[in-house]
């Protein structure tokens, strides 16, 4: 009895708990809805006018001020690219839909721009899709020239939705000095937006770097973009400027590279119409003094409004002056590839210095002959003499004794087939072939010829001439590599240095310091004693080391190379030279070799 | 003398005994949202309108289906909805469809829609299911524990879309469902102390432009271009609505764009310009007289599930109406809540249709037993 007296107690006290539970929700519901009501007052009835008043002020444009980027300079601050002011014309289709007669105002805008009325209506429509775009301006010409834009300015008054904003424009003092090195800039591609590095963050329009360093230190150079305020009429024509935000200067980069350097080495290679690549770095950090690769591009003509005649004429270009050999082009590294494979042999006990080879200028294997360049032979051939001569028969007996594995070996380990990491863009590596790599590749077993060919620097194997300088610096080095750079520091305009390039070590040879010696008297052989095939390189008063390379190829003429280092002790600059078609590397590249030591060594101590 | 129309007389008994204030409430919603809709996209062509017309039709089926199903069908079944739905959450989070930057979407049969919406439902009814099942205690500290762990997992996997708008609208359902389940109310205070004390913790696991979002909601000055800018706009257009407001279509500040999303997030500013208070003292009393509705349905039913259930969709239909127009005037942090019914959206319209459906079951089983 009790116990169902005590159930229907809880069963009341609970229904009444509850009662007074959905009574307190509806008191708190109520209190939200009053608090509504009274903030919808609030903003409606009593500050009504104010916000009346700025919605009707909300004619306030705002167009983007873009930052300028950041200057570039050579390593002694000589200035390489910087900003020029150029002016752009918008058109805000929402507020150009207002004119009475748009055709007409087609016509006289594309009138005073030497445009095509058609080409800016369909720049309208294209960019006219999502109606909640219809507010942002859609850039009809940039770089305006001054008649242009006095002229447009007179119009501002009579067609609505004009709009002119002033944009830093990038300069390359120096036309086509470094193109590849300092790249163009441009607007960003569809296909950029989406990428990581840009996703979110850049706008259809931004301009971003294109190639080069404008395009790898991007984030450095861009500055962040301001802000104006502008008051327009119902009409959309511009009233005042009420707010502006600065835009901020993106930071300047300093390079490795030395003018005076790079100049003289393009003047080099125009002076014999030469195509081809002259590279050289600082070995002891990996700083690079100089690229040039031939043919190159005019920057100045990507600036601004890209010539379409001037860009087709490079695109069709047999010669692709728009990539850089450097880093991008592919070649056979030819006889300077015998640094690697010589100091494998000796490194692995192959071969010594002392034991000899016979050339009698031609090698058979069964009945395929292969050629010494010499085609009367060098007679009986030691390790210091067969560099020196750069003799194929020594170097074919002793890569048929290393075998493919060891080549192979000693390829990769002075780095080729494997990107140095430079701060340039879509840099190569390269091919270091392997048995399973031809029969992958090829689908055709490893043959003695292919090692004979390899054991030569030619045949599958190929670099960068950056790789084939890195073979050079390893042994300015006596046995290491620094990672090549082109970023020195990033500087904020009253040079105060924000940030500097760490120097890292790129690779360290497995080899020993006395064959290392070896190799490197060989070279200095190469260049400094008569028999060598690098004497045209000589410079009066000057230690130099280095190795000639003549490459054939099914094109034409052979390729020539020269690589060197200087002075012997201690050397402070690494170089090498290509020379496309040139012919043989001894005659044609090493001269080009000895006037650049001349230069850098005598006419810039000078200064 | 009546005409008997045979087909009525069968279907009558489909719809007699729906809730006559929360039925008028819900058209008179459905023809301001579609009003709304109308202007806010009225320039981008009317596919937005004809769309929102479809859904409207789908919704009010929805609800006619569901006040015909026995809500406690609905909570016997509440396991296996809440396990299917889990299931869709993380396919969502495998393989949703991203729209601005989240992944919320999931496209079934050339259809995109949103389990996170649908998961207010279940949580509700698997929340209920749990308590009604324990019958002795169903407050124990262990129960609670195991019930903040059936409503966390979902609210984590909607966190990770992330749709942080949606969970936290899980959170005044579980206080509803634990408030009308005669929770102790002590157990009720030490939850909500212990949940407040938590928020300095969770502020430092929220995303990065989540922060913003509430520094700029505290001063929407200092960025009055980037992410301060929805709720400056937003302000300027309901406040220079005035009190008759500017006329259907021609608020500037939304037909001239200055308003972000309006079609969906931020229609009530689009409704503010063009109505001006006048308007929004109707819309709000709109809303007001259907919560007041379902907290009498609350009252009227005498099952604790019912109850509980019917507090639980009302709350969380009174939160999205509070925060959505909390952040439309500059009360409330921006989160990607909507408008019930006014809104444009497929699954937002969908699920609160289902919500009302149930609430009018609660009412039709309630009148059901009294007579």
């Known amino acids: ?607 | 003398m009546s005409i008997k129309i045979p087909f009525l007389d069968v279907a009558r008994r489909y719809y007699r005994n729906m809730n006559p204030v929360l039925l008028i409430c819900t058209i008179l919603l459905m023809c301001a949202g579609a009003a709304a809709v109308y202007s806010a996209t009225g320039t981008s062509g009317n596919q937005f309108f004809a769309k929102q017309l479809i859904w409207y039709a789908l919704g009010f089926i929805f609800m006619m289906i569901f006040a015909n199903i026995n809500y406690n069908n609905l909570l016997a079944v509440a396991n296996w909805l809440y396990v299917l739905f889990m299931l869709l959450l993380i396919l969502v989070l495998v393989m949703g469809q991203t729209s601005l930057g989240a992944q919320r979407w999931l496209k079934l049969a050339g259809f995109q829609f949103q389990p996170s919406e649908f998961m207010k439902i279940v949580v509700a009814l698997a929340l209920i299911r749990f308590i009604l099942v324990s019958q002795r205690d169903p407050f124990s500290w262990g129960n609670i524990g195991k019930m903040l762990l059936l409503a966390g997992l979902p609210i984590a996997l909607i966190i990770k879309q992330p749709d942080l708008g949606t969970s936290i609208l899980l959170i005044p359902l579980i206080l509803a469902v634990f408030f009308m389940g005669n929770m102790p109310a002590k157990k009720l205070w030490v939850i909500l102390g212990t949940g407040i004390a938590m928020l300095p913790v969770v502020y430092l696991f929220l995303k990065d432009y989540q922060k913003q979002r509430i520094m700029v909601f505290l001063n929407p000055q200092a960025d009055p271009l980037g992410a301060g800018y929805n709720i400056i706009q937003s302000q300027i257009a309901v406040g220079s609505g005035g009190f008759f407001g500017k006329g259907w279509a021609h608020g500037t500040q939304s037909q001239l764009n200055f308003i972000p999303i309006k079609y969906t997030d931020f229609i009530y500013a689009v409704i503010s310009e063009e109505f001006g208070f006048l308007g929004t003292l109707i819309l709000l009393l709109i809303y007001y007289f259907l919560i007041m509705e379902g907290l009498k349905i609350v009252k009227l039913c005498k099952f604790t599930g019912g109850k509980m259930l019917a507090a639980a969709l009302t709350t969380v239909i009174f939160m999205q109406i509070f925060i959505n127009i909390g952040m439309n005037i500059g009360m409330m942090p921006v989160t990607g809540i909507t408008l019930p019914l006014l809104s444009y959206g497929g699954t937002s319209v969908l699920v609160i249709m289902i919500m009302l459906g149930i609430l009018q079951n609660i009412y039709r089983e309630y009148v059901k037993a009294e007579e």
């Open chain 1, 1 to 607: 009895m009790a116990r169902v007296k005590e159930d229907i107690t809880e069963r009341m006290k609970n229904s009444y708990k509850s009662l007074v539970r959905v009574k307190t929700l509806g008191w708190i519901v109520s209190a939200c809805v009053v608090a509504l009501v009274c903030r919808a007052f609030y903003l409606q009835l009593i500050r009504g006018s104010y916000y009346d008043k700025l919605a009707q002020d909300n004619c306030v444009r705002v167009i983007k001020i873009p930052a300028a980027r950041g200057y570039i300079y050579d390593r002694n601050y000589t200035p390489l690219v910087i900003n020029k002011p150029s002016y752009t014309l918008s058109l805000v289709p929402y507020y150009f839909d207002t004119n009475p007669d748009k055709q007409q105002a087609y016509n006289s805008i594309a009138g005073i721009l030497g445009m095509d009325p058609a080409e800016i209506s369909q720049k309208m429509e294209e960019s006219k899709q999502p109606s909640e775009f219809n507010l942002t301006p859609v850039v009809i010409k940039r770089d305006l020239s001054e008649k242009e834009l006095s002229l447009i300015t007179e119009k501002k008054i009579t067609i609505a939705g004009l709009f002119v904003t002033q944009e830093p424009k990038r300069w390359y003092e120096n036309n086509s000095t470094a193109s590849h090195v300092l790249g163009y800039t441009g607007e960003i591609t569809a296909d950029q937006m989406k990428i990581g590095r840009y996703a979110g963050l850049r706008r259809a329009g931004d301009i971003v770097g294109q190639g080069g360093i404008e395009n790898v230190y991007d984030d450095i150079l861009r500055g962040e973009d301001g802000a104006m305020y502008i008051l327009t009429d119902a009409k959309g024509r511009q009233k005042e400027v009420i707010n502006t935000i600065e835009p901020k200067t993106g930071k300047n980069l300093v390079l490795t590279i030395d003018y005076r350097l790079q100049k003289f080495a393009e003047k080099l290679m125009d002076r014999y119409n030469y195509n081809g690549v002259v590279l050289a770095s600082d070995p002891r950090t990996g700083e690079i003094l100089c690229m040039v690769s031939k043919p190159d591009y005019n920057l100045n003509n990507f600036s601004g409004n890209i010539d379409v005649k001037e860009w087709k004429k490079l695109i069709r270009n047999k010669a692709n002056p728009l990539t850089n050999r450097a880093v991008q082009g592919l070649y056979s590294p030819g006889s300077i590839f015998k640094i690697a494979v010589g100091c494998g042999a000796l490194n692995e006990n192959v071969i010594t210095s002392d034991d000899s080879f016979l050339c009698e200028g031609i090698y058979w294997i069964k009945t395929w002959p292969y050629k010494c360049w010499k085609r009367s032979g060098h007679g009986w051939v030691n390790f210091e003499h067969g560099v020196a001569q750069s003799c194929d028969i020594y170097f074919y007996k002793v890569g048929l004794k290393m075998k493919v594995e060891l080549l192979n070996k000693y390829a990769l380990m002075f780095g080729m087939g494997e990107k140095t990491g430079i701060d340039l863009p879509g840099e190569k590596a390269g091919i270091v072939p392997s048995r399973e790599w031809k029969r992958k590749n090829d689908r055709t077993p490893w043959f003695p010829g292919n090692t004979v060919m390899m054991s030569i620097g030619q045949g599958y194997i190929s670099g960068t001439p950056l790789q084939i300088l890195d073979i050079v610096s390893s042994m300015a080095n006596s046995g290491y590599v620094m990672t090549p750079h082109l970023m020195k520091v990033v500087t904020n305009d009253a040079r105060r240095i924000l940030r500097t390039y760490e120097n890292k070590e790129l690779l360290r040879l497995d080899v020993k310091p006395e064959v290392i010696d070896k190799m490197k008297d060989a070279m200095r052989i190469v260049v400094q004693s008569g028999r060598g095939t690098g004497g045209k390189s000589r410079v009066e008063g000057l230690g130099i080391a280095g190795k000639t390379g003549t490459v054939q190829n099914p094109q034409g003429e052979n390729h020539a190379m020269f690589g060197a280092y200087a002075p012997l002790n201690n050397p402070e600059i690494a170089l090498y030279i290509l020379v496309e078609h040139g012919g043989g590397g001894g005659d044609v590249a090493a001269p080009l070799a000895g006037e650049i030591f001349e230069f850098y060594f005598k006419t810039m101590r000078e200064k």
